[in-house]
Every structure is written in structure tokens, then in C-alpha cells.
């Protein structure tokens, strides 16, 4: 089995005992401020919102606290914490969420380092569509130690649609499938199955290197965090993520995913 978003450091096992554990943010470079925000669960980001409100009402309260001082403090922990409401509250579930690429398993569509904001509205009104390149919980068979982790890989089979690998090219219910942002062609042959109700088939641009659906079966809908939308880093690559085409294959409208689904 290829190896594909996690490496094995220091860093991911101390992750791994508190359970905040990203491979968006698990690599040999050092940790970030950024990543680690941008990568908090959604328990410990209510949590946070909570001991601001806390210092809040502790600050207000106060007699011990000169006047003005109190009145600066709690207007700078009043401010911190409105915007942490929005940005993390509001607009990270539901609406824009930031990632870091860890590995090279989207090469050459995507770099290790790359960053990237994954939109979730898209999903509220329509289902994942093929080509998309989608951000997801990966199963838990799909990590070592069964730890959760996130994964990023393109959407290729829709459900009831069969699957197959045959000479380094992918067939869909029997037609071949035009990807020119491969890497190469994939080395090893696949299938056929048919993608379950509610399941995706996903697969890494760098077919080589990446622990994909091919390994771990297909992907449960309700797993899924929203789709890669735009690159803001490196700025030379600054610009949107395009779907492509593929005239050759037919694909059935999808049903959305809904708002709540997304919640990760």
C-alpha cells in the first residue's frame, strides 16, 4: 500500500493521544499558529468561544480591576471574542475551511505545501460531482492505527456507477475516462465493483502514491468535509481549482449533502 498523507513523527503521536490529529498539519516542518487554528475541531472551538466568554464576564465583574484598565481589557477580549465567533464558529463548519498539504498523493495538481480553502456551501444545495477534488474524513481502515484523519483526493466513481483499472486507464459503466492532470498512469489494475448507494469513489492524482479508495473501498458521503475551492499559497499558484470535463461518461445529478452533514 502506497504511502499517502501521514509521516511518522514525534508531532502525530502526541496528536494522536489528545485526539486533535490532522494530516493537514502533521509533517517534518515545524507546526504552525495557522495550521494548528485552522485545524481545530469543532468541539475545542466551542470550547474556546466559552472560556472567552468566561474572561469576559470575569473582567466585568471585577472590582479588583481599575476602571480603565477593565473597560480596555474587556473591550480588546469582547473583540477577540466576536471574531473568533465568526471565523471559527460560523464560517469554518459551515461555510470556508482552511487546509495544508502534507503529501504528494494530488501531485501534480496539487504540491506538498500547497494551502487551500475548501467551500462547504456548494454541498448544502447540490451533491459531489466527478473530477471535484474533495476534502474528507478518511474511514478508519484507511490510517495504520485507526487513527481519524483528513484526506484530499478527486472524486472519480459515483454511486451505482462500476469501477475498473485496466492498463493504467480508468473505466466507468465500461467507458474510459480522460485525465490529463494525472501523474502517470496507474501500474496496478483495479476492480471492477460497483460504488454503493451513498458512496464515492475517490483516487490521487499521483495514482502511484496515494492510499486511495483502490485500498480502503469507497468513500461514505457523511464523510465528507467539502470541496478544494482555491489555492491561496504559494501566491505564484494563487487561483481557483477547476472540475474538469468529461463528455465521455454521463453522470447522474447527485442529491445535496445539507448543511449539518459537513459539520466535522
Same mark, same amino acid.
Given at each position: 500500500m502506497p504511502s499517502d498523507e501521514l509521516p511518522n513523527c514525534p508531532v502525530r503521536q502526541v496528536r494522536k493521544f489528545i485526539t486533535w490529529h490532522s494530516p493537514f498539519i502533521?509533517?517534518?516542518r515545524p507546526l504552525s499558529i495557522f495550521d494548528w487554528l485552522a485545524n481545530l475541531p469543532f468541539v475545542a472551538i466551542l470550547a474556546i468561544a466559552v472560556a472567552l466568554y468566561a474572561v469576559l464576564a470575569v473582567i466585568r465583574r471585577s472590582r479588583a480591576i481599575? !476602571?480603565?484598565t477593565k473597560r480596555s481589557a474587556g473591550e480588546f477580549v469582547e473583540s477577540l471574542l466576536f471574531a473568533w465567533v465568526v471565523v471559527f464558529v460560523i464560517l469554518k463548519p459551515f461555510f470556508l475551511q482552511a487546509f495544508y498539504i502534507p503529501s504528494g498523493s494530488m501531485i501534480p495538481t496539487l504540491q506538498i505545501g500547497d494551502r487551500l480553502l475548501v467551500a462547504k456551501l456548494? %454541498?448544502?444545495f447540490r451533491g459531489p460531482q466527478r473530477g471535484e477534488i474533495v476534502v474528507f474524513k478518511a474511514p478508519p481502515n484507511a490510517g495504520k492505527d485507526g487513527v481519524e484523519q483528513d484526506y484530499i483526493k478527486r472524486l472519480i466513481g459515483l454511486p451505482g456507477e462500476k469501477i475498473a483499472v485496466i492498463g493504467g486507464k480508468v473505466y466507468i459503466n465500461g467507458h474510459p475516462l480522460n485525465e490529463p %492532470?494525472?501523474?502517470e498512469p496507474s501500474a496496478r489494475d483495479f476492480g471492477p465493483i460497483i460504488v454503493p448507494p451513498n458512496y464515492y469513489f475517490?483516487?490521487?492524482d499521483n495514482r502511484n502514491n496515494s492510499a486511495d479508495s483502490r485500498y480502503w473501498?469507497?468513500?461514505d458521503k457523511d464523510r465528507i468535509v467539502g470541496m478544494a475551492w482555491f489555492r491561496f499559497w504559494p501566491l505564484d499558484k494563487i487561483g481557483l481549482l477547476h472540475t474538469p470535463d468529461y $463528455?465521455? !461518461?454521463q453522470a447522474? $445529478?447527485?442529491?445535496a449533502l445539507g448543511v449539518w452533514s459537513l459539520v466535522h
Open positions: 502533521i509533517s517534518p481599575p !476602571v480603565k456548494p %454541498y448544502w %492532470y494525472t501523474e475517490m483516487m490521487g473501498g469507497p468513500l $463528455p465521455a !461518461v447522474e $445529478p447527485q442529491p
